[in-house]
């Protein structure tokens, strides 16, 4: 009876677990990636614990895999990857999870640009032994928190200026926005955060094809459930990750991995988008779209990412940017970076409250069909799909900042 009684209890509990889209295991796993995260900023971690860590969570990740009606057995080579020249490193991309990082990490390690990268993965699969090569590398994939995600897209590719604003801004303005302006028609530069995530989610709803860079990260060309990968690694413990990775690959690298490199390629990421609003300007010739607020949009973006205190305002009036250089404004943005650098907590609580004030924007319904969208993801990798800081409305009111992260919108 008391055993009837104990299955009847793991019934129930199994099916508030598919009801709510979270389960235990899950929840435990994103504590434990938490943990790792802050671990990570006071000391090194063993290559035994990633290594446990790794391989239990493989277990749990398999476990989902069948939640999720996949297999894990099934025979394909329509994957993205990217692979070393010698033929010992599989990197599957994913958008918006370090992948930019990542591609120029194996670009310096390997003495192979982009193009050299994506023949090597091409020769692979063009191979009859195509499933025997791909077993014998060592696979990887980055992956990182869903509603992240989708925040760095919006800021990333439809805040900050870029000359995505003339195809994706446009495309997706067309798809969620009556009475679109001419200039929202031609140059897209006014997307919303609440329009992305309008997308998002009647795109995901209607099974139609999804951006490549707010696609659930387990789409088909990455899907754990489908490759084996070797290791996930998750842009919350990068750093550790990838000590973990390369030191491991270490005799089969061309280059010799150094620690530091992430530093320092964290740092060309972090000013690479100034090259796009140099380029977009010119672009945006003959509209009524402000010089001022094209400006100052990429100022507040270093504000939103944690890199300048928001006290610290942008430098420059209207009649400063008609011949405003590159450089100029590099070396504006760099000596309020420096400034910033010290306040750690204070940046961190930046990044936050742009995030917060960010969702606040969406209604509670897209909210909770937002959360279906990105299930499969949270369930695969470890994160809550309903995160207590961006659904407690009242939480979120509280924590909202009267600060405008957004200006020049």
């Not at 295991?25 to 994103?30: G, K, L, P, Y």
């Not at 205190?309 to 504006?332: A, G, R």
Request: aromatic share 12%.
């Amino acid at each position: 009876m008391r055993r009837k009684q104990i299955i009847l209890l793991f019934i129930i509990i199994f099916g508030l677990q598919l009801f709510t889209g979270i389960c235990y295991i899950a929840e435990d796993q994103n504590q434990k990636r938490e943990n790792s995260r802050n671990n990570q900023e006071d000391k090194c971690v063993s290559s035994n614990d990633i290594m446990v860590d790794n391989t239990n969570w493989f277990d749990t990740m398999y476990k989902a895999c069948r939640q999720l009606g996949y297999s894990v057995d099934v025979n394909s080579t329509n994957i993205r990857a990217h692979m070393s020249p010698n033929l010992k490193l599989l990197y599957c991309r994913v958008n918006k999870c370090a992948s930019t990082m990542t591609l120029e990490l194996l670009k310096q390690l390997f003495s192979c640009d982009t193009e050299c990268l994506i023949k090597n993965a091409e020769r692979v699969r063009l191979n009859t032994n195509a499933r025997q090569v791909m077993d014998d590398a060592f696979s990887f994939m980055v992956v990182r928190e869903p509603y992240g995600r989708l925040f760095s897209t919006y800021c990333n590719i439809f805040y900050f200026p870029k000359e995505d604003w003339l195809n994706r801004g446009t495309k997706l303005i067309k798809l969620t926005r009556l009475n679109i302006s001419y200039d929202s028609l031609t140059y897209g530069h006014d997307l919303s955060f609440s329009e992305l995530v309008k997308y998002t989610v009647d795109t995901y709803e209607n099974n139609d094809r999804l951006d490549e860079h707010v696609r659930p990260m387990h789409h088909k060309s990455c899907n754990p459930c489908v490759f084996k990968f070797d290791y996930i690694a998750h842009l919350e413990t990068l750093q550790n990750d990838f000590d973990f990775i390369f030191n491991n690959l270490q005799e089969e690298t061309v280059g010799m991995y150094q620690k530091d490199i992430l530093i320092s390629l964290k740092k060309w990421t972090t000013l690479g988008p100034i090259k796009h609003l140099f380029r977009t300007i010119p672009l945006l010739t003959g509209s009524n779209i402000s010089l001022y607020d094209v400006y100052l949009r990429a100022w507040c973006y270093y504000q939103i990412t944690g890199h300048v205190l928001k006290t610290i305002n942008f430098p420059y009036n209207e009649s400063d940017l008609n011949d405003i250089k590159k450089e100029d404004f590099l070396s504006e943005l760099t000596k309020a970076m420096n400034v910033s650098a010290v306040y750690k907590n204070e940046l961190k609580l930046q990044r936050a409250e742009a995030m917060i004030q960010a969702y606040s924007t969406i209604s509670d319904e897209y909210m909770e069909r937002l959360s279906n969208v990105v299930l499969g993801d949270c369930l695969l990798f470890g994160y809550d799909n309903k995160p207590a800081h961006i659904f407690d409305k009242i939480s979120c009111l509280q924590k909202k900042s009267n600060f405008d992260y957004f200006k020049g919108l």
